[in-house]
């Protein structure tokens, strides 16, 4: 399930635990609670935690009693994330672009570009993303909801830095950068992020069978429920199947 050559392993590889140092990802308690009103979440829920990185909002959510699958393409994240899992969530490493499951889950969430906005990259077919969305739809029962973030196409090009290279095209995001690991040893890296309008998302959501409830403007750490503007670096989409 899971493709051995994606360009963001190598990114995980070298993070590690030190992913979980970055402001973006001091959030996840407030996230959790919107989250869980906004889908309807209640304990006993099958839950799907596509892109789980090493694991916060997976373990956030099986601590309130839900049934947490969380899958990442980096072993290693899944590896950080199943240690010291609480009871109710399990991980596997799995490609989001082939995503296996079958009407097994009442909610799924891809946050923080999880899995949805990084699927594209070098060799990457454009439609990428469109593959992780379809397979989050199929994972759910009907009736079941999912919540997707992606960053977003006016934040992006208004707030273009030096070391930014958008291609106004594909709608892909190219940062030349540097990460460091748990130790601080820095090391240049190649990231791409595919961005999108509030529009986009729609079209997306509806070829993958989805019935759009939602798309709200938010930032990491502070999820409302705001109509979407050019002046937030996400939106979320929230669907049912």
């Known amino acids: 399930m899971a493709d051995a050559d994606h360009w963001f392993e190598a990114v995980a590889d070298h993070l590690g635990d030190a992913y979980l140092r970055y ?25 799907l935690d596509v892109g789980c990185g090493p694991g916060r909002h997976a ?6 009693g839900l049934e947490v699958v969380g ?30 499951f079958d009407a097994e889950f009442d909610a799924a969430i891809s946050l ?23 397979g989050i739809a199929r994972a759910l029962r009907p009736g079941g909801r999912a919540a997707v973030s992606a960053f977003s196409a006016y934040f992006q090009v ?6 930014d290279a958008f291609d106004a095209e594909a709608g892909v995001n190219h940062e030349r950068t540097e ?7 820095a090391v240049p890296v190649d990231l791409w992020t595919t961005c999108f309008t509030p529009r986009e998302l729609r079209l997306l959501a509806g070829r ?8 709200w403007s938010v930032t990491p ?7 979407p503007t050019v002046d937030t670096p996400e939106f979320l989409l929230v669907a049912r199947r």
């Open 23 to 47: 402001a973006f990802t001091k959030g996840t308690a407030q996230e959790v609670e919107f989250l869980a009103d906004a889908l309807g979440l209640e304990p006993g829920m099958r839950l």
């Open 112 to 134: 923080c570009q999880g899995a949805f906005g990084l699927a594209g990259g070098p060799g990457a077919p454009l439609d990428a993303d469109g593959e992780v969305l379809a």
């Open 221 to 227: 750490g502070a999820y409302a429920r705001a109509a």
């Open 158 to 163: 208004r707030w273009l830095e030096d070391h």
């Open 71 to 100: 899958v990442d393409i980096s072993q290693r994240f899944v590896d950080l994330a199943a240690r010291d899992a609480p009871p109710g969530a399990t991980f596997v490493r799995a490609d989001a672009r082939g995503l296996g």
């Open 59 to 64: 373990h956030a959510f099986a601590t309130r």
């Open 208 to 215: 993958a069978g989805l019935g759009v409830d939602a798309i």
């Open 179 to 185: 990460v460091r690991d748990e130790s601080g040893t």
